[in-house]
């Protein structure tokens, strides 16, 4: 029998010669990816030996820069702790520092074929690398970190296969929002992505899709490697790596296909994802307070320079705070390079450091009572960025920069071409 992409991951990482659906597998794991948010007193433990260094990764990317004294304190003990058992990846508030998964990306930490874990639910961003990327919980962290090895188990996989080119305005975020409303949530299930339209898909629409795939609660989202994916991985990190390509026999519970052509903007409602998602035209006109861009799934170069196309020579609205965070520092410094972060603050946009800040509602944008956001980030449930009375709705950064223009949510082709 044929296997899925991750399930010759998992087989390889096992040792086993095969693996299927509703098996328990103990796999090596090749990447552990700590937080600032590990250090915090309520969930670390006093660790006396550490695996293997070289496979450990220490980014701060929740509480940063630390916006009160426990985070503060919570970033010393992990200084300490990176000293101590000798972790050279490690990225402290700098020059290379930013949300863990898209640091990950910059580096290449996430290798084709490999297992990564991480303490962070949207860890599954770096399946976009063919990598059995997810997030598990602070006794798995200790475990892996100590001994190097973790389990899972498996479940079915679904498969998508893309065909066509998004049209000018629509990107990866409008997908996501196409499967979540339209196929619902992947409870105990995994994805993968393949098809024809991974030769037009950049790697960073493919993270946006495999960072929002936590949103559809899949276990694991994998993207079939092709040769945009290992050139991108092998010009960042020299270490050997091994790609899994699926079967052509593999066994999928379904296979989808859809038609990246035929997708057009839009908008989930608040408090969910699932089923919740309209075109831009149903809730056209609603006032907002604040737009958001950033987070792993929403912050990368591609992101910033499409919002900084859609208010060129345009101002923000009276009244509305546009915030934009870029996913790392290197994103920043590639965005103030093109020019895109003048183009933003010049329209009256706040680019903050690289973080998660606003996204989960911990700093740098959290929502008061009864306020209203549009937001490029990873979730829309209520309380997440702030206040349970604040309504949150989702959408592409594209139309979320051209709402911040108008005011109240608006299709992107309003502002599609932006002035000079």
């Not at 000798?86 to 402290?92: C, K, L, V």
């Not at 006794?139 to 188990?153: E, N, R, S, V």
């Not at 066509?164 to 995994?190: E, P, W």
Request: glycine share 10%; net charge neutral; with cysteine.
């Amino acid at each position: 029998m044929g296997m899925t992409a991750l399930e010759k991951i998992f087989a390889r990482a096992s040792g086993a010669k095969s693996v299927a659906p509703g098996d328990l597998v103990v796999v090596n794991v090749d990447t552990v990816v700590m937080l600032d948010s590990s250090f915090f007193p309520s969930v670390r433990r006093e660790v006396v030996k550490v695996h293997d260094p070289r496979k450990v990764a220490v980014i701060y990317d929740h509480f940063v820069p630390a916006p009160d004294e426990k985070a503060a304190a919570a970033q010393a003990y992990g200084r300490a702790f990176a000293r101590r058992f000798g972790i050279e990846r490690f990225h402290d508030v700098g020059p290379d520092q930013g949300i863990s998964h898209a640091v990950v990306a910059d580096h290449g930490y996430a290798l084709p074929g490999s297992v990564l874990v991480c303490s962070d639910s949207h860890t599954c961003a770096s399946g976009a690398f063919n990598c059995a990327a997810r997030g598990i919980g602070a006794p798995d962290m200790i475990y892996a970190l100590t001994t190097g090895q973790t389990w899972f188990q498996l479940g079915g996989t679904v498969r998508y296969d893309l065909s066509g080119r998004l049209r000018a305005g629509v990107s990866a975020k409008d997908v996501f929002l196409h499967l979540a409303g339209t196929y619902g949530d992947h409870a105990n299930c995994n994805i993968e992505f393949g098809g024809p339209a991974l030769a037009d898909l950049g790697i960073g629409a493919r993270r946006t899709l495999a960072a929002m795939g936590a949103e559809l609660s899949a276990e694991f989202v994998t993207f079939e490697p092709d040769q945009a994916l290992i050139d991108y991985v092998k010009a960042r990190n020299p270490a050997p790596f091994e790609p899994q390509y699926p079967d052509a026999e593999a066994r999928y519970l379904d296979r989808r296909r859809v038609d990246l052509g035929a997708i057009e903007p839009l908008v989930a409602r608040p408090d969910s994802v699932i089923r919740n998602s309209v075109a831009v035209g149903a809730v056209a006109g609603q006032r907002i307070d604040q737009a958001f861009i950033g987070s792993c799934a929403n912050g990368s170069l591609d992101d910033l320079a499409e919002a900084a196309r859609i208010v060129a020579g345009r101002k923000v609205a009276r009244g509305v705070r546009f915030l934009v965070t870029p996913g790392s520092q290197r994103v920043y410094a590639a965005a103030l390079k093109a020019g895109h972060v003048q183009t933003l603050t010049e329209a009256g946009a706040v680019v903050t450091a690289a973080t998660c800040g606003a996204c989960f509602g911990g700093h740098m944008g959290v929502l008061g009572p009864n306020e209203v956001c549009i937001t490029a980030s990873t979730r829309n449930f209520k309380g997440r960025m702030g206040a349970a009375s604040a309504r949150i709705f989702m959408a592409s950064p594209a139309t979320v920069a051209a709402s911040a223009i108008a005011g109240s949510i608006v299709h992107p082709g309003e502002f599609a071409g932006g002035r000079a």
